[in-house]
């Protein structure tokens, strides 16, 4: 009976000493789970995440913008990994060289709740050269005109500046990022820097002219030549009285078409410009005449 009883306890013993490295190895296996996710890697995520493998790594590891990623990926029911949009805030973590987009805040974007990822795609392949800043558009024009529908209705005006035809670009004047003035980069500083010609200073200046572009064109289109906010005589009487008579407003030639109780006629009935022709300003002649 002793026997029996000392071949149990070696037996007992044998079988212990066999199973504590067993056991000690499933502990440590189970507590070393949590761990396979340090680091979680953009290979790791496409594990599960297969079809975003080839689109979505542009910006590295996916950890990178989504901070919460080793609980998604060790919980027992993950959790939505954030964020799904990032914010400009976000994304200004890493693109902040430029003081401009620093500013992104002060404009008028970010004030109509307009994001990075708005305009951006987060997600990308690599770019190449053409890629333009992953945006969501051909180019910037057709992305602007996603939202500015009645921009775009003045680029099929008969005058207009040459965006849709590709001889111009809305980020050529707009600064979509941020701009000191509400919407232009500046206002007759952004004109003049393709229409040097017309720039002074003059020994005669056309104040409208000089004060803002603005105040006689329209940047976008027109129905009328020149990008004129209004065809000639009409716009030129919104600032100037009606002339003497010089301008044909009375004499044989009078007609019957008045403006202000008054009969006009001759040149009044033509652009100004036929005589008026330095618009902008001139060095020799206080009416502008050349």
Partial sequence: MRHKSTILGIAASCLLALS????AAGQATQEALPAAHKPVTAAACTDCHEAESKTH?????????????????????PRKVSPGQPKAE????????????????????????VACASCHGVHAPKPVATSLALLKADTPSKLCATCHKDVLAKFNMPSHHPVQEG???????????????????SNTEQCLTCHQRIRGP???EHVPAAEDCANCHDPHGTPNRRLLVAAQPMLCLQCHALPNNRHGQTGSNATTPTALGQTISGAVLRNCSACHSQVHGSMQDEHLRY
């Fill in 20 to 23: 504590t490295p067993l056991l």
């Fill in 57 to 77: 790594v542009f910006h590295g590891e996916c950890t990178t913008c989504h901070v919460n990623a080793k609980s998604h990926a060790s919980a027992e029911s």
């Fill in 90 to 113: 976000q994304c200004l973590t890493c693109h902040n060289k430029d003081s401009a987009r620093l500013n992104f805040k002060f404009s008028d974007h970010h004030r109509a709740g």
């Fill in 167 to 185: 001889g111009v670009s809305c980020v050529g004047c707009h600064d979509p990022h941020s701009s000191k003035q509400v919407s232009l980069v």
């Fill in 202 to 204: 003059f020994a005669f």
